[in-house]
């Protein structure tokens, strides 16, 4: 008995030493983590069995995965929310809270606004529903700003791989509820593939609203960071003409997007004949719409700038000045080799993960079985690699899991390929969706400790948003031709596709590895040295 009571208690003292040891910035990133994962799949994967199983057409689905493309351009309004205090809140929270908590706000707003759209019965009603979409996917992009900098500003850089693997479980937790629990609770209220019912959609979408309150009521609760405490903020006047510069140049932006669109629909037209390919000839003319936004774009603000309405000062030190310093430290071509492995590294898992639950539904799983397996067992998978690429990136290296990530996350496609041949096959399903995001969990982890690495801390805002934007964005933009991709082509070719394109970026972490070294002399500066 003696031994026994002895052994509960050496094991209490185990659980309590453990338990205090833990960085109480891995918990807050923990929560924080859940509250940015919460919006993704209510743009991608749920929203896509919502909007196939009221009869959208599967092309027309895979397009709203680019209401997340503002994930793919938060570098514009990043400079923004790195320097513009909100009035009152900023006063009250600190400058990275008070964003917090308004990003937040906006987010459970657009939640419940897409719960009160229902995308059947006229084109207006899907028009509606983008618009809710896109207005999530900015709020989110835009709590992500501000939480990728609350994290590296709260430790320092050795401690950036674990509370990188603790916002991962966080986040892949929200995708568990926001994925699994979205799709059991739509099915629970009634609406099934044979019968569709708005009614149980619309009141899924609010319960997601709804549980925004655990960002809400972490932001409220935590401290802000010393480091962002302790920064140099713009005046007034400064604030308010970078405002008028975003403003007028987003403005300029959709402008270009709503006025090109008869244009777009004949160039579309005259593509197709020429080239015989639809998805082909759509990627061609979006791209044409997208540089003349970002051309448009560029020209207002230089008009901007010639009538003196911003100076060129305010651009140098928003924008130019955290590109110039991100080059000043790895040199010209080391620089440029880093962003194309940033914008390359995730493109196999972004393209393949638009579609993914359509091809789930499509080979005749339920909805619960695509819950249980992908939401719910893929995700808790996700996790475990998250921690272990975490712990793998402190004991190995960032660059050697980096690598180990890249290779895994192309080969782990050829799975998919496998699954088309096999068909509906639960077990089958088991193994693919553990193995694709077991591998993606480790890389990811070990992708923004990478990334943390790179950022320069008088940057922090800026830089990271760069990075992550230019992470998303080319995938993205493929993602959403992968519908009429598949149509094409079919799904074991699409599959094929994916893995050969996840095959430059292996050579790219190879290359880089061999001109990066760790450096660990400051935590001002990067982990990550330049080779010369």
Not at 390 to 408: E, S
């Amino acid at each position: 008995m003696n031994s026994k009571l002895e052994a509960e208690r050496s094991f209490l003292r185990i659980v309590k030493k453990t338990v205090g040891s833990v960085d109480r910035h891995v918990i807050i990133m923990l929560f924080l983590g859940f509250s940015a994962g919460m919006p993704i799949l209510l743009i991608f994967g749920t929203l896509s069995v919502w909007l196939r199983e009221a009869g959208v057409d599967r092309a027309m689905v895979t397009y709203f995965s680019w209401a997340a493309l503002g994930y793919s351009f938060k570098f514009v309004w990043a400079p923004l929310v790195d320097q513009l205090r909100i009035p009152l809140l900023s006063d009250l929270l600190g400058r990275r809270r008070a964003w917090l908590l308004v990003s937040q706000l906006s987010v459970a707003f657009a939640i419940w606004m897409m719960s009160s759209v229902d995308p059947v019965g006229s084109e207006d009603a899907l028009v509606w529903m983008a618009v809710a979409a896109v207005l999530l996917g900015f709020s989110s992009a835009t709590q992500d700003i501000v939480i990728d900098a609350f994290r590296i500003e709260s430790a320092n850089i050795k401690l950036q791989a674990m509370l990188s693997a603790s916002y991962i479980a966080g986040y892949r937790i929200a995708m568990i509820t926001a994925g699994a629990g979205g799709l059991f609770l739509a099915e629970f209220l009634g609406s099934v593939q044979s019968n569709y019912d708005f009614d149980a959609w619309s009141a899924t979408y609010r319960v997601m609203a709804g549980l925004m309150s655990v960002g809400i009521i972490t932001t409220l609760l935590v401290s802000e960071p010393v480091r962002s405490q302790n920064a140099q903020i713009a005046s007034r006047s400064e604030n308010t003409k970078l405002l008028l510069l975003f403003v007028c140049c987003v403005a300029g932006f959709v402008g270009c997007y709503v006025f090109s669109k008869e244009v777009a629909l004949v160039l579309l037209g005259y593509l197709y004949e020429l080239l015989g390919n639809k998805p082909f000839a759509s990627l061609l003319t979006e791209t044409v719409r997208l540089s003349a936004g970002i051309f448009t774009a560029w020209m207002i603000a230089k008009l901007l700038g010639i009538v003196n309405l911003v100076t060129s000062e305010i651009v140098e030190k928003s924008y130019i000045t955290p590109v110039r310093d991100f080059f000043d430290r790895y040199g010209v071509s080391v620089a440029w080799l880093l962003l194309c492995l940033i914008g390359l590294y995730r493109i196999s898992d972004i393209v393949l993960g638009v579609i993914s639950n359509v091809f789930y539904y499509d080979l005749g799983f339920s909805k619960n079985e695509i819950a249980s397996v992908s939401k719910l067992f893929g995700v808790l998978m996700t996790i475990v690699g998250g921690f272990a690429g975490g712990g793998l990136a402190m004991r190995f290296g960032v660059m050697r899991i980096l690598l180990l990530g890249a290779i895994l996350s192309a080969v782990t496609n050829l799975l998919f390929l496998w699954l088309a041949n096999v068909g509906y096959s639960v077990s089958a399903l088991y193994v693919v969706i553990g193995a694709d995001n077991l591998s993606a969990g480790l890389a990811s982890a070990a992708f923004v400790a990478f990334l943390s690495a790179l950022t320069n801390i008088r940057f922090t805002a800026v830089q990271f948003a760069i990075f992550t934007s230019l992470m998303t964005l080319l995938p993205k933009v493929l993602g959403g031709y992968s519908g009429g991709i598949v149509d094409s082509v079919g799904y074991p070719w699409f599959f094929v596709c994916t893995t050969l394109i996840g095959l430059p970026t292996i050579v790219l972490v190879i290359i880089a590895s061999s001109r990066l070294q760790l450096d660990s002399q400051s935590e001002e500066q990067s982990e990550l040295a330049p080779k010369f």
